[in-house]
């Protein structure tokens, strides 16, 4: 029995060994501390910001790239009592709801708020910040409808047409954020009724029918789907961002005069990026640095060019090619966070039924 | 128990019966708090969300298109890939159990090797042809890969023992080869092709990482599906709902597959009887042969060779470009950690799983190898039901039910072990059992006559045996948890990636390099795991020739 006792007493001592090596030292002062960013498989910044940022803030920044946005919130979501990061980038305003609901943000203001329209301000209470906008819309290549003397579409409602069949490439709404957005967009545009009557089910089986081709996020289907990318895709429209043709003119060399590809402006939704400290985090003090410096003038000019998102801060300058290639839609096509929270997982589930089953 | 009794008679002491009962207790409430609460908990959250019962999740998954197509996809799937199964693995059995010829042995161990790659590996080898984009001939193909030694070896273990007479007969009495084989050996060989067939048909409908890295998005089993309700769209309740659906019709299926089984007990024999094999006679014989052999070990050898060549290619060439960016990350990486952590986190995992799987299963082994113990009978039967449930399903019951007191894990490094243990000691204690039951109990009572303390004769008799059975189970769970992926891939943390994880992460981010950064993680997860089995099967040549001698007396 003796032999017993001590080999429990072992086991215990042991498992509490383990658990006091689990915990971390803390640091009060936000200098010297390493945070880690999580966000989505597109974030981006220019190595020299960074570093200024670093040297300055004496912070090191780890970046955990988690999949895409939504995969990534939901990972935050899911790892909330002992987050994977300390700051978190790239929640955007279809899925804000879903984050702020299950209480993953530690609320902070920073004072370059001020400086961002109130149309981005999403969250009243702070949780989550405004840092990017911009619009997805479909993207028509431009060499492609010349070559094959089509009219490109200009409308929703001209993609479910025969001319335009096997045409359109369209990410996964329950895997991509900017799949998600568009079929917001959809939803806007037919109204969401009875689908027995109209909305966007029927519109969406019309589709289906004019052979949409489903991938399961942005990279595969502009990059190996679309045929005015690099990857020379066989299909011509694609489901991407108003600022992709400013990419591509600066993918192309020689410089061209017009942009290779086009935005169907009839097509746009608004998509906001939030960042906002993770609940739990060891280091509040760093985390704020850091979300302060993604609303600093030098982050917000850097965006453009490294992730194609428009800055939220008034009065940041675009960079030349922005100015000349990129178009903005003067309206889109969108819904109050409150319906998108409300009924998008009902909007995904139905859209998978009637797209891919 | 009060009066003192002599040593050699079976009362044992009071820290007999505390290690009794332990055997029999430490195991079980590692059972109710790993596999029967997570179940609980998923049960909890489909059938009873309100605490009412309320089938509606239920009822939603069985009534929606989308789900109901889920569930259609994985049972007529699997129908095609058992068939396809079959018309590859019949013929295999028929070259590899009926004829003797050079190299034999090589191609018998050859083809079983499918069988034990983790399904990632599969499944990338299968991107290497087919891409990602949902080809169902890659998944019936990669399925019918992976499963063809369960057909191989089921059904050329009865081949090999059929004496090949009665077919002699009927050819002398002027069958044609054809007629003789529909109407003598195909109907003699039934039960093992029916038995291989149901187990292949389990397979193929639980199929995971198979049919998430080749499906596309259109694509999806049940098993798929409750991962991405869970991991994309955070939907816990028809995850949960889904996973009802799926333990109601595992659990049908094993019991279907059981009495198929019951009706005749089938040969299961590793090393078939060498003695009806024989040389290919006519040259219509040694042509068929040929062709057979070509065409089966080329279907299996084509993706693994296709796999290593990628590992190797680049933009310009054959390089070791892919090997050497495994240790390094950076801006624009698709891990959080160089590639090669992954490799250090799986056999760390692994470790751990070992040692939980070794105890706990080495625990129940004992109870259930006591005769007289009804409880560690029970417990033994009790220790393969996890086996029968899927490993998502698993998973998603950890996620959901060891988040909270009384039992949170969620932030453990020891979630991965337990989980990927669960689904290895059902294989240890089938190893140690029948190994341990060839002791003969009359040796045990010879040494305790001749005044062996209790402890002396375990250590004497059993130990000898059960050593042994304990590393080939502990080899066995090494492998089941370095190619562990549908469990894992719900409750690994993405800054600690296992090997799988990494793999599928990577396959999953555009770019070249990351494509030939994920074959060459992956042509070191197929090594890791060839050197653990074959370092497995090299542990019975030497061991079980001491546990025939023990099983002999």
């Keep these: 029995m003796k032999r017993w006792t001590i080999c429990v007493a072992a086991v215990v001592a042991l498992a509490g060994l383990a658990a006091a090596c689990g915990r971390g030292g803390t640091t009060q002062d936000g200098r010297g501390a390493t945070i880690t960013l999580l966000t989505h498989d597109s974030f981006a910044v220019s190595k020299p910001v960074l570093q200024q940022f670093e040297q300055q803030s004496g912070i090191k920044v780890k970046v955990l790239h988690a999949g895409d946005a939504g995969k990534m919130v939901n990972q935050a979501i899911l790892t909330k009592d002992k987050p994977l990061g300390d700051v978190l980038f790239g929640v955007d305003n279809t899925l804000l709801t879903r984050a702020l609901q299950a209480g993953i943000f530690e609320s902070y203001r920073p004072a370059a708020l001020a400086g961002v329209p109130a149309t981005y301000q999403l969250d009243t209470k702070d949780r989550a910040v405004p840092i990017d906008y911009g619009h997805v819309c479909v993207n028509y290549d431009k060499a492609w409808y010349s070559d094959h003397g089509i009219t490109p579409p200009t409308s929703l409602q001209d993609l479910t047409k025969p001319q335009y069949k096997n045409q359109l490439v369209v990410e996964d709404p329950s895997t991509s954020s900017t799949g998600l957005a568009f079929l917001i967009a959809t939803v806007a545009a037919n109204g969401d009724g009875d689908p027995k009557v109209g909305g966007w089910q029927p519109y969406w089986q019309r589709l289906r029918a004019n052979g949409v081709k489903v991938d399961e996020g942005w990279d595969q289907a502009y990059d190996t789907d679309f045929s005015g990318s690099a990857g020379k895709g066989p299909r011509p429209l694609v489901v991407s961002y108003a600022s992709s043709p400013p990419a591509e003119v600066l993918a192309a060399k020689p410089e061209p005069t017009v942009a290779p590809t086009g935005v169907l402006l009839d097509t746009c939704f608004r998509q906001v990026e939030l960042a906002g400290v993770l609940k739990g985090t060891k280091h509040p003090k760093a985390a704020r640095t850091f979300v302060d410096f993604m609303l600093s003038k030098r982050f917000q000019a850097d965006m453009p060019l490294e992730m194609y998102v428009y800055p939220v801060v008034d009065g940041v300058a675009l960079p030349p090619v922005f100015q000349k290639f990129s178009e903005i839609p003067t309206q889109s096509l969108d819904v109050a966070p409150a319906r998108i929270a409300q009924d998008r997982d009902r909007w995904i589930q139905e859209w998978t039924s009637t797209v891919l089953r | ?553």
Excluded at chain 2, 452 to 472: T, Y
Aim: charged share 15%; aromatic share 8%.
């Design chain 2, 1 to 553: 128990m009060t009066s003192p009794q002599p040593p050699t008679r079976r009362g044992p002491r009071l820290g007999g019966r505390v290690w009794r009962f332990a055997t029999v207790a430490i195991p079980a409430a590692f059972l109710l708090v790993f596999f029967v609460y997570p179940v609980l908990a998923i049960l909890g959250r489909g059938l009873v969300p309100r605490w009412s019962f309320d089938p509606e999740p239920v009822g939603r998954v069985l009534t929606d298109a989308g789900l109901r197509g889920v569930l259609w996809f994985s049972v007529w799937e699997a129908a095609l890939s058992t068939l396809l199964t079959l018309a590859i693995g019949i013929p295999g059995a028929w070259a590899l159990s009926r004829f003797a010829f050079p190299g034999r042995r090589a191609a018998r161990a050859f083809v079983t090797v499918p069988f034990v790659l983790p399904t990632v590996v599969v499944g990338a080898a299968f991107t290497t042809i087919f891409g990602t984009d949902g080809s169902l001939l890659a998944i019936l193909l990669a399925h019918a890969f992976f499963n063809t030694a369960v057909v191989v070896r089921t059904v050329g273990g009865l081949w090999s023992q059929l004496a090949g007479r009665s077919e002699d007969a009927a050819r002398a009495l002027g069958a044609s080869p054809v007629r003789a084989f529909l109407h003598v050996t195909l109907p003699a060989l039934r039960p093992a092709i029916v038995a291989a067939g149901a187990i292949v048909f389990l397979f193929c409908f639980t199929s995971f990482g198979i049919v998430l890295i080749l499906g596309g998005p259109t694509r999806a089993t049940l098993e798929v599906e409750i991962y991405r309700q869970t991991a994309d769209q955070l939907q816990l309740g028809v995850a949960a709902a889904l996973a009802v659906v799926q333990l109601l019709a595992v659990t049908a299926m094993l019991l279907v597959a059981g009495k198929l089984q019951g009706h005749r007990a089938v040969a299961l024999a590793l090393r078939p009887a060498d003695a009806v094999a024989r040389r290919a006679r006519t040259a219509k014989e040694r042509i068929a042969l040929a062709v057979v052999l070509v065409g089966v070990l080329g279907f299996l050898a084509w993706p693994m060779a296709i796999l290593v060549a990628r590992s190797f290619g680049s933009d310009h060439g054959l390089t070791l470009d892919a090997y050497r960016s495994l240790d390094a990350t950076g801006p624009g990486s698709a891990l959080f950690v160089p590639p090669v952590h992954a490799i250090a986190t799986s056999l760390r995992y692994a470790l751990g799983a070992v040692v939980i799987s070794v105890i706990i299963g080495g625990l129940a082994s004992l109870a259930a190898l006591r005769r007289e113990g009804r409880a560690g009978r029970i417990l033994d039967g009790a220790l393969m039901i996890p086996l029968g449930t899927s490993a998502v399903t698993l998973g998603f019951g950890f996620l959901i039910a060891l988040d909270r007191p009384p039992v949170d894990l969620r932030t453990s490094p020891w979630l991965v072990p337990i989980a990927q243990a669960l689904v290895a000691i059902p294989f240890v204690v089938r190893t140690v059992v029948p190994l341990g039951r060839g002791v003969d109990p009359r040796l045990r009572d010879a040494a305790a006559v001749l005044g062996a303390a209790p402890a002396r004769v375990w250590r004497a008799v059993d130990l000898p045996v059960l050593g042994p059975a304990l590393a080939l189970g502990a080899g066995f769970a090494a492998a089941i948890s370095l190619g562990e992926f549908g469990a894992t891939a719900l409750i690994a943390r993405p800054d600690n990636p296992t090997l799988p994880i990494a793999i599928f992460r990577l396959l999953g981010v555009p770019g070249a390099q990351n494509y030939h950064a994920a074959m060459a993680l992956t042509t070191i997860l197929m090594a890791l795991t060839l050197v653990v089995v074959f370092a497995v099967e090299a542990v019975p040549g030497r061991f079980a020739a001491r546990g025939a001698r023990g099983s002999r007396g």
